[in-house]
């Protein structure tokens, strides 16, 4: 079994190598809490991240990671990915409660955020697809919400407006543990 591994380990690197050369200068924390700082090759489809430090690379499977994150300069944005279940999300909403995404496969070129990604949110320990946010997480937030409901005219059958609402909440949870301090 662990030859196996070790074997579909190798597949996965050399698929990884031949489709891209995209390498970012970032920060892997692996499950066992050490850190690894180099550049970082991330393919999603396959949940599978190269290191290479110096002349050393590694490579780390979503089971192997908590957290990574590096700096896209084509986007201008610093990404950080969460490793839940064995899977690798990138965090698109930080909070107390996260919303995350995958993409829809193998990523060629960039593409637009709503067509080539799956979207999530983390609640109550559990990924929820974003298509479950009214029977999920709607019914529990929504009278902290009710003025910026109306305010903002949110409908949250929509998927834009879900990610809105998990925004106001967590800006207003945010602000009471200001205050509260």
């Known amino acids: 079994m662990r030859i196996l591994g070790l074997a579909v380990c190798n597949l996965l690197f050399f698929c990884a190598l031949g489709q891209s050369d995209e390498w970012y200068s970032g920060a892997v924390v692996t499950s066992d809490g050490s850190v690894l ?16 430090r110096e002349d050393n690379r590694q490579v780390l499977l979503a089971n192997s990671v908590k957290s990574f994150r590096f700096y896209d300069p084509t986007d201008n944005i610093n990404r950080k990915f969460l490793s839940i279940d064995n899977k690798l999300y990138e965090v698109v909403v930080a909070g107390e409660i996260p919303v995350l995404r995958k993409a829809k496969g193998v990523l060629k ?13 983390f609640y109550n320990y559990s990924v929820e697809k974003l298509s479950k946010f009214r029977a999920v997480l709607y019914p529990a937030i929504r009278f902290q919400l009710a003025e910026k409901e109306k305010e903002f005219n949110l409908d949250p059958n929509l998927p834009g407006d ?18 509260g301090r």
């Open 37 to 52: 700082a180099g550049e970082i090759f991330y393919h999603p489809g396959h949940d599978l991240l190269i290191v290479k």
């Open 109 to 121: 070129d960039h593409p637009s955020d709503s067509d080539g990604y799956h979207y999530y949110f």
């Open 162 to 179: 879900a990610i809105r609402y998990i925004q106001l909440f967590n800006s207003t949870l945010k602000n009471r543990l200001i205050a």
